[in-house]
């Protein structure tokens, strides 16, 4: 099986499930208890926060432990907008975002925020002259992705930290879910906030983190124990967050390797793709290295999906999120994709598991159940 479906999830490393197993076994007390075994928690915990404000740029103090990336988008949506209300209720996002970002704004739309929607160009990326005319005085937050999931565009996030921190009061938050590991991305960048979610770099899956360049105040959305500086209740999962800043390191470490690695990949993936005439690239080389999206004009994605699988090939349609639903994605929408070919598409993703042998191996099926498929 040759496992092409890394953005939707990763297998985790090996290191990372030894990990979790030993640190299960010898620091399972509560870390907030204040024994022996309760203080050692913590301090592997804290130490685990360190290495991750490290790997961002930022300190071990500003990041919040969470259940994942869902968790950590809706924390900073209504948590920000809701401690910096003073500011105003104009929010800005944009079209493609993930729907962890979308629907909670959709929500404080329901409840008196205006929202501006930035459209996208035919590559997924904004345009820093439409984003630099919706700044507001009112303008509470702004929050877009570095990475797009479905077809990986890249947002030029330096030039719109510039155009944000210089012409609003606005936070700027980064789901950097997709980049992290992928592309350099650090609040080097100038960013508020960013998430990044355990599962796509190997780690597991129900964890995750918020984190913030600076003292991160916000107003929590679970309420308990006090727990995270009383940001975010419920009793801290040690293990899982240990091996999160674990997989955390280790993706910063090998990221331009596997950036390289991954490019090498796509440049030959789009080669194969590109001998088709009914195929069109919905990624273009502009795009993140590990994501390849294209469609097949007039044919479901489930069947160009099922016919990979049965090839060994596991891929999927442009986002594992909606592809279990029957709805239209809305990032083709935006993308303005041609509607002849937003039914049939296919989203291949990396990870830093695979092999030169695997890809060669994938390259060959692909042109087989294309062609097959088309009647070639
Ligand atoms: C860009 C993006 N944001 C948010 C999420 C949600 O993250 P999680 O699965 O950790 O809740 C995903 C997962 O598919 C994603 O790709």
Do not use: W
């Given at each position: 099986?040759?496992?092409l479906?890394n953005?939707a999830?990763t297998r985790?490393y090996q290191d990372v499930?030894?990990?979790?197993?030993t640190?299960?076994e010898?620091?399972y007390?509560?870390?907030a208890?204040?024994?022996?075994?309760?203080v050692?928690a913590n301090q592997?915990?804290?130490r685990?926060?360190?290495?991750?404000?490290?790997?961002?740029?930022t300190k071990?103090?500003?990041?919040i432990?969470?259940s994942?990336?869902t968790?950590?988008n809706?924390?900073?949506i209504?948590?920000?907008?809701?401690?910096?209300?003073?500011?105003?209720?104009?929010?800005i996002?944009?079209?493609?975002?993930?729907?962890?970002?979308?629907?909670?704004i959709?929500k404080?739309?329901e409840?008196?925020?205006?929202?501006?929607?930035l459209?996208v160009?035919?590559?997924g990326?904004?345009?820093l002259?439409?984003?630099q005319?919706a700044?507001?005085?009112?303008?509470?937050?702004?929050?877009i992705m570095h990475?797009?999931?479905?077809m990986g565009?890249i947002?030029?996030?330096?030039a719109i930290a510039?155009?944000v921190k210089?012409q609003s009061?606005?936070?700027?938050?980064?789901d950097?879910?997709?980049?992290?590991g992928?592309l350099p991305?650090?609040f080097q960048?100038?960013?508020?906030?960013m998430?990044v979610?355990?599962?796509?770099?190997?780690?597991?899956?129900g964890t995750?983190i918020l984190?913030?360049?600076?003292?991160?105040?916000?107003?929590?959305q679970?309420?308990?124990g006090?727990?995270e500086?009383g940001l975010?209740?419920?009793?801290v999962a040690?293990?899982?967050?240990v091996?999160?800043?674990k997989?955390?390191r280790i993706?910063?470490r090998?990221?331009?390797?596997?950036?390289m690695?991954?490019?090498?990949?796509?440049?030959?993936l789009?080669?194969?793709?590109g001998c088709?005439?009914?195929?069109?690239?919905i990624?273009?080389?502009q795009?993140?290295?590990h994501?390849?999206?294209f469609s097949?004009k007039?044919?479901?994605g489930?069947?160009?999906?099922n016919a990979?699988?049965?090839?060994?090939?596991?891929a999927?349609?442009?986002?594992?999120c909606s592809?279990?639903q029957?709805?239209?994605s809305?990032?083709l929408q935006?993308l303005k994709?041609?509607?002849a070919?937003?039914?049939?598409v296919?989203r291949?993703?990396?990870g830093s598991l695979?092999?030169?042998?695997?890809?060669?191996q994938?390259?060959?099926?692909?042109?087989q159940?294309i062609?097959?498929?088309k009647g070639?």
């Amino acid at each position: 099986m040759i496992y092409l479906d890394n953005s939707a999830t990763t297998r985790p490393y090996q290191d990372v499930l030894n990990a979790f197993v030993t640190i299960n076994e010898q620091y399972y007390a509560n870390p907030a208890s204040i024994h022996e075994k309760g203080v050692e928690a913590n301090q592997l915990l804290t130490r685990a926060r360190e290495q991750i404000g490290e790997v961002l740029h930022t300190k071990g103090e500003h990041i919040i432990f969470t259940s994942g990336g869902t968790e950590s988008n809706n924390l900073a949506i209504f948590g920000l907008t809701e401690q910096h209300q003073h500011i105003g209720k104009h929010i800005i996002t944009t079209a493609i975002e993930h729907p962890s970002v979308l629907n909670p704004i959709a929500k404080l739309a329901e409840q008196g925020y205006e929202v501006t929607y930035l459209a996208v160009n035919k590559e997924g990326q904004i345009s820093l002259k439409a984003l630099q005319q919706a700044l507001r005085k009112d303008t509470v937050l702004v929050s877009i992705m570095h990475v797009n999931n479905e077809m990986g565009a890249i947002q030029p996030i330096q030039a719109i930290a510039r155009l944000v921190k210089t012409q609003s009061r606005a936070f700027l938050h980064v789901d950097a879910i997709q980049s992290f590991g992928k592309l350099p991305i650090s609040f080097q960048d100038g960013m508020d906030v960013m998430t990044v979610s355990g599962h796509k770099i190997h780690a597991l899956k129900g964890t995750g983190i918020l984190a913030f360049a600076n003292r991160p105040l916000l107003v929590p959305q679970l309420l308990g124990g006090g727990q995270e500086h009383g940001l975010r209740s419920g009793t801290v999962a040690v293990a899982q967050n240990v091996v999160l800043a674990k997989a955390m390191r280790i993706a910063k470490r090998e990221q331009a390797m596997n950036e390289m690695k991954y490019r090498k990949y796509q440049h030959q993936l789009m080669e194969v793709l590109g001998c088709f005439q009914d195929v069109q690239m919905i990624s273009t080389k502009q795009c993140a290295p590990h994501i390849i999206t294209f469609s097949i004009k007039e044919l479901r994605g489930e069947i160009i999906i099922n016919a990979l699988q049965k090839e060994g090939v596991i891929a999927s349609t442009s986002s594992a999120c909606s592809s279990k639903q029957q709805t239209e994605s809305h990032v083709l929408q935006a993308l303005k994709v041609d509607t002849a070919y937003r039914k049939g598409v296919v989203r291949l993703s990396l990870g830093s598991l695979l092999t030169d042998e695997e890809i060669q191996q994938a390259c060959h099926k692909i042109k087989q159940v294309i062609a097959s498929l088309k009647g070639e």
